[in-house]
């Protein structure tokens, strides 16, 4: 009889956030609307301790304004999970889909706080569909096509 997976956020916590503004205060006279580009890479460790995992979800947010780069922000979300009675492909997806999907709010509220600390609108980063993004990756790995981690988003 199979056992059930069992699965417990253990803790959550930003590893590393950053905003770096470029040219100012001469940038803030820059006209016309903020365009952001998004970046995310998504990665994972087998802790120590059995069954714990680390995932990392990062994010960077260039704004521009007229081509020219206002403001580079950062984070790295991350947490500890307990995964149990999940075989490779199972855990795979849960750290892969999951994971991301509880650590994604986080790291656009981090997002978005940076920016605003930085004298920018908050940024307000749309919803991912992290199973599609799972299942497009495994995809492109069947296909033979070199794994890339880093996704950028429009």
């Known amino acids: 009889m199979a056992k059930n997976i069992t699965l417990s956020t253990q803790r959550l916590y930003v590893k590393n ?8 205060p001469q ?14 890479r998504i990665n994972h460790n087998k802790l120590e301790e059995e069954n714990h995992y680390e995932a990392i979800l990062s994010l960077t947010v260039t704004t521009k304004i ?3 780069i206002l403001c580079t922000t950062k984070a790295e979300q991350a947490g500890v999970f307990r995964i149990e ?12 889909v999951h994971c991301p999907h509880v650590l994604y709010p986080y790291a656009c509220n981090a997002i978005s706080q940076l920016a ?9 980063l749309q919803p991912i569909d992290f199973g599609g993004l799972y299942q497009q990756r ?3 790995e069947q296909g033979g096509q070199q794994e890339d981690s880093k ?3 429009h």
């Open 116 to 124: 605003v600390m930085g004298s920018l609108p908050a940024i307000v």
């Open 151 to 153: 996704r950028t988003i």
């Open 85 to 96: 009675n999940a075989d490779k492909e199972q855990l795979e997806q849960i750290l892969g």
């Open 17 to 24: 956030a950053s905003c770096e503004m470029s040219n100012v």
């Open 66 to 68: 007229s081509d020219k």
């Open 27 to 40: 940038a803030f006279r820059e006209q016309g609307r903020p365009e952001n580009k998004v970046e995310m």
């Open 138 to 140: 495994r995809k492109e």
